[in-house]
């Protein structure tokens, strides 16, 4: 018998709530908590980031969504009424990664606020929320990749609640949202780890690596997955945007290194300062 899990979390007053929503909320509050604290270690205030919170969220769901839509954009001309029903999924990590950034930077310039050092408090975090998010694709059957045996699944030692939700119209598929979960999960380890050697990392390098870490391994796990946006039927959207990001963010950390006199990321200015 398949154990497949239900993407309905729980009825309330007769709205469906999907496990969905419940992770990609959970994985918010933990960014605002993870990065409030980072913050007052580099002498930022944690009201900055509840402040920027207020705005880069909603901001960042429009967003991924309109990144989704835009790449889906004749089921949504036909379908209109689909576009602002997103209950169900339809994010794009991109998208609101991209709107987020804006406002970041925006936010940062109106407050005279470091953008960089910012972009560098909030990395971690944010590559640990992707990692949770992920599962919220677990629930909705999304993310997945090509057709697979279940012996294959049985060989990569998961638990039998994930070999079983990754029966998806009549076939066992690759986990790559999992794939992805723990990639971005090492993520955040690394970078904290980096974070934390001290006179390793330049002010905006926390980020940079971010950058490449992430666009790293979203290029390869993009290129299994069976539901990928596309541009035509040539190239998959972020399996592009991952490699212009990847060189992008190379490229502009050895820049930053040879032309810029910059300081080191620096933990002990909030201790300073109390």
């Known amino acids: 018998m398949l154990l497949s899990v239900n993407p309905i979390a729980f009825n309330l007053f007769g709205i469906d709530i999907m496990w ?63 576009i602002l029903a997103i209950r169900s999924g339809g994010l794009a990590i991109y998208g609101g990664l991209i709107a987020g950034g804006l406002v970041v930077y925006f936010f940062t310039r109106h407050r005279f606020i470091s953008t960089w050092k910012f972009l560098d408090v909030a990395a971690p975090s944010v590559i640990l929320a992707q990692g949770i998010g992920r599962w919220g694709n677990f629930m909705n059957h999304e993310a997945y990749g090509e057709v697979v045996s279940r012996n294959f699944l049985e060989s990569l030692h998961l638990p039998k609640f994930i070999i079983e939700n990754m029966y998806i119209d009549g076939e066992y598929r690759q986990p790559t949202f999992l794939y992805e979960s723990v990639w971005s999960v090492l993520g955040f380890v690394v970078l904290i780890l980096l974070r934390r050697k001290p006179n390793f990392l330049k002010e905006g390098e926390v980020a940079l690596v971010y950058v490449i870490w992430y666009s790293l391994g979203r290029f390869f796990i993009e290129g299994m997955r069976t539901d990928s946006l596309w541009i035509g039927d040539v190239i998959r959207v972020s399996q592009m945007l991952s490699g212009l990001l990847f060189v992008g963010a190379i490229g502009l950390l050895i820049y930053r290194r040879k032309k810029m006199d910059l300081p080191f990321y620096d933990r002990t200015k909030g201790d300073k300062k109390a």
């Open 20 to 82: 969905y929503a419940i992770i990609i909320v959970s994985a918010i509050v933990l960014v605002s908590w993870l990065a409030s604290k980072e913050a007052v270690k580099v002498g930022l205030r944690e009201d900055d980031v509840v402040d920027l919170m207020l705005w880069a969220l909603p901001i960042s769901i429009v967003g991924a969504r309109l990144y989704y839509v835009l790449f889906e954009l004749d089921y949504y001309i036909e379908n209109p009424g689909q």
